[in-house]
């Protein structure tokens, strides 16, 4: 019962932080978006905005498209700086394109669709994003200092593991100061891949909000910038 009611709590927590989330975000509203249980809490995009100011992020690599790619396109429109949105569901991806277009967003995002494939690096065969079209689109991109990790989906046991190659995959690709955010940091799938990624690394995450975790750490891996 005590467990129930601290639930609860924090439930009510939760929602009050989204309610003041939604008010810092304020100065970047634009077009009327769907909200849905896909889409980043706004509490934990007020996090990733707050990290693209304050650290200067500005080549930024996202893993799922929706909510976070028009709040991060329209700060990187008044900061300066170039998004690139990998997105599995050809559908949703052109919904999301015609989107930015009607934003005059869209010179601040590649959207990369990349179907989902097995590959070597996931954790019990889940499939991840095609490499060899990421390797084509994104293969010569240096000096990412933002990841942010929301997809694939990964909302049923069978795919917990889905978001674990984004890390290995790119941290070839990373700038000497980076920060790497995953979303569903409460999960149990997601938490797993925390521990996995912390051990690759050697940093810890730092749970923020309930929902995202995130890294900041210098890489001296074989970027270019
Ligand atoms: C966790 S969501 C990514 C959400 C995105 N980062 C955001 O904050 O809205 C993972 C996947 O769900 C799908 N998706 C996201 N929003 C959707 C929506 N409103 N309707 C249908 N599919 C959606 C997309 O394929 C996306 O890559």
New binding site residues.
Partial sequence: MLGGMMDDLEKILRNQEDILAMQYLAPLCGEYL?W?G???RPSG?VQVLNEIVINQRSKIV????????FYIARLLRQKGGHLYTI???LD??NWVQGELERESLSHLVTLVYAPLQPTDLSLQNTPWYDTEILRATLGSLQGIDLL?V????AYEESIQYSRYPALPYFLPQFAPDVTVVI??ANREGEREIIKRWEGLLNVGFEQKDGYIAIARFQHSGNSDE
């Fill in positions: 769907p849905s896909y889409a980043m995009l996202e893993c799922g498209a929706g909510v976070s790619t997105e599995h569901n949703w991806m942010l929301d997809g694939p989906p979303d569903d």
